[in-house]
C-alpha cells in the first residue's frame, strides 16, 4: 500500500512540472529548468538564514550541483521525491517512537525533535509540491506556477531539506552519553536514513 502511495504522490508532482500543455509534456522531460543559469547567491539569499558562512555554503553549493543535473529530468524528479519520502517515513516514525518512550525529553532530544518537524512540514511540502510549491497564493487551485518556477521552488526547498538533515545529523553526534536508551536506539534508526540521503540524492542521476 505504501508503494502504490508513493507512485501515486509522484505521478501528481510529475504533472505538476510538465504543465498542462502539449508542448510541456513533450519537452519537461528533456529540461524542467535550466539550473545552469540559476545563481547560487540567489539561491542562498532566499533560504530561511539570515547568515551562511563558508562551510554552510559550501556544502549548499555541492547539493545545488547535484540538484541542477537530477531535476533536469522528471526521472531524477521522481528518483528525488522517493527519497523525500523516504526521509518522511523515518522522521514520522522517530518522532513517534520518541513519543512512545515514555520519558521526559532532554534538553538535547528535544532539540532534535523540533528539527524533525521542521523535515517532515518540508518533506510535505515537496511531496505535495502541487498544492504546496507550485501553487499561487490566493489564487484558484486550478492556477499553478509555470513548470520552471515549480522546478526553482523544489530546488529550493530540497536543498532546504538537505541543511536541516545535515544540522539534524550534528545534534544527533553530540547527544550525551547517559542518553535514555530507548532515546539512543530511535534516534540511531532515523540517522541511518539521514546518513543516506545526500549519497542516494546524488545516486538518483546515475
Same mark, same amino acid.
Given at each position: 500500500m505504501r508503494g502504490v502511495t508513493i507512485c501515486l504522490l509522484l505521478l501528481t508532482a510529475?504533472?505538476?512540472?510538465?504543465?498542462?500543455?502539449?508542448?510541456?509534456?513533450?519537452?519537461a522531460g528533456a529540461?524542467?529548468?535550466?539550473?545552469e543559469a540559476v545563481d547560487l547567491a540567489n539561491l542562498i539569499d532566499?533560504?530561511?538564514d539570515d547568515y551562511v558562512d563558508v562551510e554552510e555554503s559550501s556544502f549548499i553549493s555541492s547539493v545545488h550541483?547535484?540538484?541542477?543535473?537530477?531535476?533536469?529530468?522528471?526521472?531524477?524528479?521522481?528518483?528525488?521525491?522517493?527519497?523525500?519520502?523516504?526521509?518522511?517515513n523515518a522522521t514520522a516514525k522517530y518522532v513517534e517512537t520518541i513519543d512512545a518512550c515514555g520519558v521526559t525529553l532532554t534538553k538535547d532530544v528535544a532539540a532534535i525533535v523540533r528539527n524533525c518537524k521542521t523535515i517532515i512540514a518540508i518533506?510535505?511540502?515537496? +511531496?505535495?509540491?502541487?498544492? !504546496?510549491?507550485? /501553487? +499561487?497564493?490566493?489564487?484558484? !487551485?486550478?492556477? /499553478?506556477?509555470s513548470p520552471k518556477k515549480c522546478s526553482w521552488q523544489l530546488l529550493k526547498a530540497v536543498v532546504r531539506l538537505a541543511r536541516t538533515i545535515r544540522a539534524t545529523r550534528r545534534q544527533i553526534a553530540r547527544l550525551p552519553s547517559d542518553t535514555?536508551?530507548?532515546?539512543?536506539n530511535a534516534t540511531s534508526e532515523v540517522k541511518a536514513s539521514y546518513d543516506s540521503f545526500a549519497p542516494n540524492i546524488h545516486a538518483c542521476f546515475d
Open positions: 510529475a504533472s505538476c512540472l510538465i504543465g498542462s500543455s502539449g508542448k510541456q509534456a513533450a519537452t529540461e524542467l529548468v535550466n539550473f532566499e533560504l530561511d550541483d547535484a540538484l541542477k543535473v537530477v531535476l533536469q529530468t522528471l526521472r531524477g524528479v521522481n528518483c528525488t521525491i522517493k527519497e523525500v519520502a523516504e526521509i518522511l518533506c510535505n511540502d515537496i +511531496i505535495h509540491m502541487q498544492s !504546496k510549491l507550485c /501553487a +499561487i497564493p490566493d489564487e484558484p !487551485k486550478s492556477n /499553478a506556477l535514555s536508551s530507548c532515546f539512543v
